[in-house]
């Protein structure tokens, strides 16, 4: 009888099974946190619920919740690609947890990808979640699939990367406080819950060139209205994806 030889290969496994093994970890960690939980799933599931049953804030005419379900999926892009990931990078880099991955069999723009697949996947979840709940509530959604899936899209690049922009040059505190604070001033000034023409005529010009508005007023188009291709709000989005990714690759500090 004749005896195996068994030799060690050592060596990093295929990339794409370590991007596909650090997003599975990447994704469990979001789910898991309470505050991501919070973030991500909880308040946008309660102003749903809560703003489409109460007559709160005067969403003009029609159903409440045909005008707030585009915002609310705004909001949870919002939530996962810019608060979660600025707040979840920014103690990962604290704690050393970059360092160490960085210097790993991973390519860091590797790693990179592993957290874009992680957010994407949350987003998911998310949205199905929140449309199940809309249509629940009477949601009456029309429009154009590839206008809602570009709008997506081109909303989780522009805010992953201003959140890896924040997690990359502040302090883990400063990115917790930076983060929330901009989640809550965008949630109220970015038409999310309350209409931009309920703004001052200047205001108005000013919030409308921001990605949360361009993103839920994009998707109010196409979703309530039936609009075509929002090109107008495709372009902002495409900006600030351009101007916050190039940015956070040239100025992201891995320790």
């Known amino acids: 009888m004749t005896t195996g030889l068994y030799a060690p290969r050592p060596g990093a496994a295929p990339l794409p099974r370590m991007i596909a093994a650090q997003a599975a970890l990447e994704t469990r960690m979001l789910l898991r946190n309470g505050e991501q939980l919070l973030l991500t799933v909880v308040i946008p599931t309660l102003l749903l619920v809560l703003f489409s049953s109460v007559d709160i804030v005067d969403t003009g005419a029609g159903e409440a919740v045909d005008f707030l379900t585009p915002g609310v999926l705004a909001l949870a892009v919002m939530s996962t690609a810019f608060t979660g990931q600025a707040i979840a990078t920014g103690f990962e880099r604290r704690y050393g947890v970059l360092k160490r991955l960085a210097s790993s069999p991973l390519p860091r723009w590797g ?42 899209v081109l909303g989780t690049a522009a805010f992953s990367g201003l959140g890896l922009l924040m997690a990359g040059t502040l302090k883990a505190e400063a990115t917790l406080g930076a983060a929330n604070l901009v989640f809550l001033l965008l949630l109220v000034g970015g038409g999310v819950i309350v209409p931009l023409d309920r703004f001052p005529s200047g205001a108005q010009d000013v919030l409308g060139l921001l990605p949360i508005s361009a993103l839920s007023d994009g998707l109010r188009d196409v979703l309530q209205h039936g609009a075509g291709m929002p090109w107008g709000d495709l372009a902002i989005l495409a900006a600030w994806a351009v101007v916050g990714l190039a940015a956070a690759g040239r100025f992201f500090r891995w320790e």
């Open 111 to 152: 790693l990179m990808a592993a957290k874009t697949l992680a957010v994407l996947v949350t987003e998911v979840l998310q949205i199905v979640l929140l449309t199940v709940i809309a249509f629940a509530l009477g949601w009456s959604p029309q429009g154009n699939p590839l206008a809602v899936l570009l709008l997506l």
